[in-house]
T-cell receptor, first 115, second 111 residues
Framework: ETGVTQTPRHLVMGMTNKKSLKCEQH?????MYWYKQSAKKPLELMFV???????ENNSVPSRFSPECPNSSHLFLHLHTLQPEDSALYLC??????????????FGEGSRLTVL | EDKVVQSPLSLVVHEGDTVTLNCSYE??????LLWYKQEKKAPTFLFML????IEKKSGRLSSILDKKELFSILNITATQTGDSAVYLC???????????FGTGTRLQVFP
């Protein structure tokens, strides 16, 4: 496989469920990202892992919990979500260098619907 | 507050037309501006611009940055139906690793 792969591609969950989104990058990059894309809104950065260290993002609710076990894998754990969390969740990777994000390579996204 | 504004929000043209997409920005410390094409799900990278007045070109697509007036344009000549997509503009400030995206311009090219 090449590039950035995300699973599942579609997810429907109730507000009391616990689920996880998975992302894997095969590009040898040292940084991975979670973005949220809602209708008619700009792409919103949720979390950054650079060199496997998480950059805090205090604006993201605690019901979203990221995990980055190594430089190739990134998870987004979801629990007690709200209907307004329904969106396309995009994972991306890049070669972070000298304080610059550089070119982002995106996965196909996980379309999440919260009932 | 840093922000990126794209215009128009949507555009409908016929094959063969030339289109110009606009991206204006306000950031405290500018590092780079990037253009992405999003057809269905995954945005794909088009250009990165850091210097003012230097045109980046790839086939029928070209882009230029004006750091004085704080905007960039993306030109597509001789449009094809395959150019139909949402075009995203993003700016990277130099004091953060957080890209700031605009809401995008949705381009529809009809035969």
């Amino acid at each position: 496989e090449t590039g950035v792969t995300q699973t599942p591609r579609h997810l429907v969950m109730g507000m009391t469920n616990k689920k996880s989104l998975k992302c894997e990058q095969h590009l040898g990059h040292n940084a991975m990202y979670w973005y949220k894309q809602s209708a008619k809104k700009p792409l919103e950065l949720m979390f950054v892992y650079s060199l496997e260290e998480r950059v805090e993002n205090n604006s993201v609710p605690s019901r979203f919990s990221p995990e980055c076990p190594n430089s190739s894998h990134l998870f987004l754990h979801l629990h007690t979500l709200q209907p307004e969390d329904s969106a396309l969740y995009l994972c991306a990777s890049s070669q972070y260098h000298d304080g610059s994000t550089g070119e982002l390579f995106f996965g196909e996204g996980s379309r999440l619907t919260v009932l | 507050e840093d922000k990126v504004v794209q215009s128009p929000l949507s555009l409908v043209v016929h094959e063969g037309d030339t289109v110009t997409l606009n991206c204006s920005y306000e950031v405290t410390n500018f590092r780079s501006l990037l253009w992405y094409k999003q057809e269905k799900k995954a945005p794909t990278f088009l250009f990165m611009l850091t210097s003012s007045g230097i045109e980046k070109k790839s086939g029928r697509l070209s882009s230029i940055l004006d750091k004085k007036e704080l905007f960039s344009i993306l030109n597509i000549t001789a449009t094809q139906t395959g150019d139909s997509a949402v075009y995203l503009c993003a700016v990277e400030p130099s004091n953060t690793d957080k890209l700031i995206f605009g809401t995008g311009t949705r381009l529809q090219v009809f035969p």
